[in-house]
């Protein structure tokens, strides 16, 4: 009897259906490969941020490159840098230096490397100012210094005043008003003689600018480089200044270029006579001769009012233009300043002496030398 109330007590137990552990566990297995498979989608997509955030980083390296490489192309033409004014703070002086170009000059193998550039519209440092001093300098793209060293050379650089005529001992032709000019030796003008003289040139609103400029490159093969023209000048016309006009006397007249005479290596050439229109004070005389030159002087009535000397000692090594021989070239040309007076009805001359033998002369692509020049930059404050 009690197995069978035992048998009896089984049979009313309801048994549950049993719980597959399989079943708990392959959701286990689906959540831990969901686990992973997030991580590891997690880590290649921070990864991947990774590279685009470097890929983006070398973008923009490489754009930043370009603009600057681009802006070293573009920025000569027409960028100002501004620098410490030296004169007149007193009249909210500045100075500025503005890049033009940019000029790639052939190699020597191409025309003795040599080249004319000319810029109609060149940029103006101001308008309505009094322009105090400039200088010409020249430079590769990069700003780097491009002298006679590096086998570059500022043949002549000439910034002209398109509204203004010229005074010049040249009757033949009008010509525009040449303002500043500058060879090789990148002599200053400074019509305030170091801040002491209350004179300048006026820049008026109606002016414009041209450049002329030849280049020369001695090395193989052609270079890039800019043409800076520093200007210091008052933003107005203050009543204690004085106006300067500028005059060209060539020792060529009409013709800048003069052929040194055959089998002479010491000689001297003269301008012809020029009568000035104008009567006024000569305060500040600049003057350009080429390698071989000793002195250029100024002479009123044939007497000397002004003797600039050139001096030697930049040293170029460079193959082709001089064939690989050092050489001394002009580094200045001294500049004379209030000279005296000049009157209607003078005779005003340049004479340009030339000594090859003391100094070897630019040669051309056969050896002989180039023609001469021999130019006085005169500046009158007209009475």
Not at 52 to 79: C, H, K, N, Q, Y
Not at 241 to 255: E, K, N, R, V, Y
Not at 353 to 370: A, C, S
Request: proline share 5%.
């Amino acid at each position: 009897m009690a197995a069978n109330d035992t048998h009896s007590e089984l049979e009313d137990v309801d048994i549950a259906e049993p719980v597959l552990a399989s079943d708990d566990n392959s959701e286990a297995v689906i959540d831990a490969e969901q686990l992973r498979r997030h991580t590891a989608s997690s880590k290649a997509a921070r990864r991947w941020k990774y590279v685009r955030l470097f890929l983006g980083a070398i973008s923009l390296l490489v754009l930043v490159g370009i603009f600057v490489r681009l802006s070293m192309w573009t920025r000569p033409f027409d960028f100002i840098s501004h620098k410490q004014p030296q004169f007149f703070p007193e009249y909210q002086s500045q100075r500025v230096q503005i890049r033009y170009g940019p000029f790639t000059v052939p190699g020597n193998d191409h025309n003795n490397g040599m080249r004319d550039f000319e810029i109609p519209d060149a940029k103006a440092p101001c308008q309505n100012c009094m322009i105090v001093w400039m200088q010409a300098d020249l430079e590769f793209l990069e700003d780097e210094h491009a002298g006679g060293e590096e086998g570059m050379w500022l043949h002549h650089t000439v910034l002209h005043n398109e509204a203004n005529g010229a005074l010049h001992n040249c009757d033949k032709a009008k010509r525009r008003q040449r303002f500043f000019a500058s060879g090789n030796e990148r002599s200053f003008v400074d019509l305030s003689v170091n801040g002491t003289e209350k004179i300048g040139y006026w820049f008026g609103s109606g002016d414009t600018i041209s450049m002329d400029t030849e280049l020369m490159n001695a090395n193989e093969g052609e270079k890039t480089v800019a043409v800076t023209i520093t200007y210091e000048y008052i933003p107005y016309l203050p009543e204690e200044f004085s106006t300067a006009t500028p005059l060209w006397l060539d020792i060529g007249g009409c013709h800048s270029e003069i052929p040194v005479p055959s089998k002479n290596n010491k000689f001297e050439l003269v301008s012809p006579a020029w009568t000035p229109p104008i009567s006024g004070r000569v305060v500040t005389v600049v003057s350009h001769l080429h390698d071989g030159g000793v002195n250029l002087r100024l002479q009123k009535d044939g007497q000397d009012v002004c003797v600039s000397e050139a001096e030697y000692g930049s040293v170029s090594r460079s193959e082709g233009h001089h064939y690989g021989k050092e050489k001394s070239h002009i580094t200045r040309m001294f500049e004379c300043y209030d000279v005296g007076n000049m009157s209607v009805g003078e005779e005003w001359t340049v004479k340009a002496r030339y000594d090859l033998d003391k100094h070897e002369p630019m040669l051309n692509g056969y050896g002989e030398p180039e023609p001469v020049m021999g130019i006085a930059m005169v500046y009158v404050v007209e009475d």
